[in-house]
């Protein structure tokens, strides 16, 4: 089945630096990667995805990039502000959504 | 209407109940889903509905009984659970096949 490993698991940044965070997945056929953020005691939110047909795709200051070669796909945010301070996880699905394999996540803290 | 509605936001039960959770949504998504979600941990799927055709993670202990009564509605009945199914439930759904899921508040479960 498919695994989904991601990194790093914490990531600190200061107001206004990018954060990265990329992940990697197992099974080739995976075909469309969705992003999630989920701040404390609250649902997860899609905030970006990617179908294996594109490359990369940018949402104001939020974008992800595909490297289906690789295997891996990663979510760059830029000009980082506190809000922006959750849990983010990346995801997986091997039939376009129908079933999601997500990362262990990345706890992203945004310092004042 | 862009929510996705679980009730009820708390429930402790003991080993011995059953109770039910209950999700909604008036998106006209045609596929809903079934997460368990631990501590600083990602979701983990458990049941998919799409198009009313039910799809089992077959690691779900039968004590956990998904029912799709129309293409809005999806419950979840609880029967003899353990303490260790104490977690954050949630429900979501989305358009299907090529979109991201819409997740509910989730409902959070106490077994004593």
């Known amino acids: 089945g498919e695994n989904v490993e991601q990194h790093p698991s914490t990531l600190s940044v200061q107001e206004g630096d990018s954060a990265v965070i990329k992940c990697t997945y197992s099974d080739s056929a995976s075909n469309y990667f969705p992003w999630y953020k989920q701040e404390l005691g609250k649902r997860p939110q899609l905030i970006i995805d990617?179908?294996?047909?594109?490359g990369e795709k940018k949402d104001q200051r939020i974008a992800v990039t595909l490297n289906k070669t690789a295997k891996h796909f990663s979510l760059h945010i830029t000009e980082t502000q506190p809000e922006d301070s959750a849990v983010y996880f990346c995801a997986a699905s091997v039939d376009y959504g129908q079933n999601f394999v997500f990362g262990p996540g990345t706890r992203l803290s945004v310092l004042p | 209407d862009t929510e996705v509605t679980q009730t009820p936001k708390h429930l402790v039960m003991g080993m011995t109940n059953k109770k039910s959770l209950k999700c909604e949504q008036h998106m006209g998504h045609r596929a809903m889903y079934w997460y368990k979600q631990k501590a600083k941990k990602p979701p983990e799927l458990m049941f998919v509905?799409?198009?009313?055709?039910?799809?089992i993670n077959e690691s779900v202990p039968s004590r956990f009984s998904p029912e799709c009564p129309n293409s809005s509605l999806l419950n979840l009945h609880l029967h003899a659970l353990q303490p260790e199914d104490s977690a954050l439930y949630l429900c979501?759904?989305?358009?299907?096949?090529?979109?991201?899921?819409?997740f509910g508040q989730g409902t959070r479960l106490t077994v004593v």
């Open positions: 990617i179908r294996s047909n594109v």
């Open positions: 979501a759904s989305s358009h299907g096949t090529g979109f991201g899921a819409f």
């Open positions: 509905y799409s198009y009313e055709k039910l799809s």
